[in-house]
C-alpha cells in the first residue's frame, strides 16, 4: 500500500447483515477520531444505516445518493467535494459514497464507471477516505468487475487487498463509448447549426422545441441554460462552430451538441469552480440540472449529450 493520503476502498457485501457490518464501523470509527464523515447512500439505506448508529447519527450527515447523485457527473463537485471542502484543513474526511445500486438505468452504468474512475484524480494527496459499497447480490457481475478497475483497494468480509485489476484511466478510456445516434431531422428533432454569430438565435429555437416536447418552468430554463453553456464552449473550445439536436425519448428531452473540438481533460465539468474565478463553468453547469451526460470524445470531434426531465 502507498503512503497517499487519500484512499478509495470498494467494500463488496451481499445483503443487510453484511452492508452494516462493512459501513457502521466506518463510520463510528470517523467521531471517535475527530474526523467528519458524510453516508451519501441510496434509497433506503440512509435509513438503515441510521438506525443501526443510534444517538450517534447526530454527527453524521447524511444524503440519499438516489437525489443527490442521480447524474453520476454531479457526484464529485456536488456531493464529494462540497462535504470535503468544507471540513477544516489538514482534517481526515470520512464519506460513504455509494454511487451504483440495482435499478439504475443502462444508460447510467457508463458515467458511473468513470465517476469512480475520476474520484482517483480528483482526490489525490488529500487527506480524504471515500468508501463505496456494491451490492454483490443484486447488481450485475459488471459493476464489481468495474470497481476493481475504479478502485485501488477491495474489501471482502474481512479481507482487504489490492485490486490487481486497478487501471482508473484505462476504466475512462474504455467507457469513452460513441453515443447511439441522435435521431434523423423531423418534426420531432431540432437539428440547427451555429457559430458565435448564431449562439442567441440557437439557444431560442431549443427553448421553442423543448416547449413544444413538453417542458416547462424550471425544466425549460435548464434546457435554455444546457444549450447556452454547451453551444458557448464549443465556440471557445470546440473550432468555433457545431450542431445541436433536441428530441424526446423514455419520457426525456435530451439536448446533444457535436462540435470538432476534442476533450482532453476528462475531470473537466466534475470542478467545483473556485470561488470567485469568472468563466471556466460551463460543462458543470451542464451536470448540475441534467438527470444524465454522456460524453463521446475523439480525434473526429466531441458529443455531449444531456438528458433532462420532462
Known amino acids: 500500500m502507498s503512503g497517499e493520503p487519500f484512499a478509495h476502498p470498494a467494500l463488496f457485501y451481499g445483503g443487510p447483515r453484511a452492508y452494516l457490518d462493512g459501513t457502521v464501523p466506518f463510520v463510528r470509527a470517523a467521531p471517535a477520531a475527530g474526523e467528519p464523515v458524510a453516508v451519501a447512500v441510496p434509497g433506503e439505506k440512509p435509513a438503515l444505516i441510521r438506525d443501526a448508529l443510534g444517538a450517534e447519527r447526530e454527527e453524521v450527515r447524511f444524503l440519499d445518493m438516489r437525489e443527490a447523485g442521480r447524474n453520476p457527473g454531479r457526484i464529485i463537485p456536488g456531493v464529494l467535494c462540497a462535504f470535503a471542502d468544507a471540513q477544516p484543513p489538514r482534517l481526515r474526511t470520512r464519506i460513504i459514497g455509494e454511487p451504483v445500486w ?9 458515467a458511473c464507471v468513470q465517476h469512480e474512475a475520476l474520484i482517483n ?9 471515500i468508501l463505496c459499497p456494491y451490492d454483490t447480490a443484486a447488481l450485475h457481475p459488471r459493476a464489481p468487475a468495474d470497481a476493481r478497475t475504479t478502485h485501488p483497494v477491495v474489501i471482502e468480509g474481512a479481507e482487504q487487498r489490492p485490486s490487481a485489476a486497478y487501471d ?13 445516434p441522435a435521431p434523423a431531422a423531423g418534426p ?3 437539428h440547427a447549426r451555429f457559430d458565435a454569430e448564431r449562439l442567441s438565435t440557437v439557444r431560442h429555437l431549443a427553448a421553442d422545441h423543448g416547449a413544444g416536447l413538453g417542458l416547462a418552468g424550471e425544466a425549460l430554463e435548464n434546457l435554455t441554460l444546457v444549450t447556452a453553456e454547451l453551444t458557448t464552449n464549443s465556440v471557445v473550445h470546440g473550432g468555433g462552430r457545431g450542431t445541436p439536436t433536441v428530441w424526446a425519448a423514455g419520457g426525456q428531452v435530451l439536448c446533444e451538441v457535436r462540435d470538432r473540438g476534442r476533450l482532453t481533460d476528462p475531470p473537466a465539468g466534475r470542478r467545483p469552480a473556485a470561488p470567485g474565478r ?6 458543470l453547469l451542464d451536470d448540475l440540472p441534467a438527470a444524465l451526460v454522456r460524453t463521446h470524445t475523439s480525434p473526429a470531434g466531441t458529443t455531449i449529450r444531456c438528458h433532462l426531465g420532462a
Open 102 to 110: 440495482a435499478g439504475r438505468d443502462r444508460a447510467e452504468h457508463p
Open 121 to 129: 484524480a480528483s482526490f489525490r494527496g488529500r487527506e480524504v477516505t
Open 168 to 180: 482508473p484511466e484505462g476504466a475512462v478510456a474504455r467507457r469513452n463509448l460513441p453515443l447511439p
Open 188 to 190: 420531432g428533432a431540432l
Open 278 to 283: 469568472r468563466g471556466g463553468r460551463g460543462l
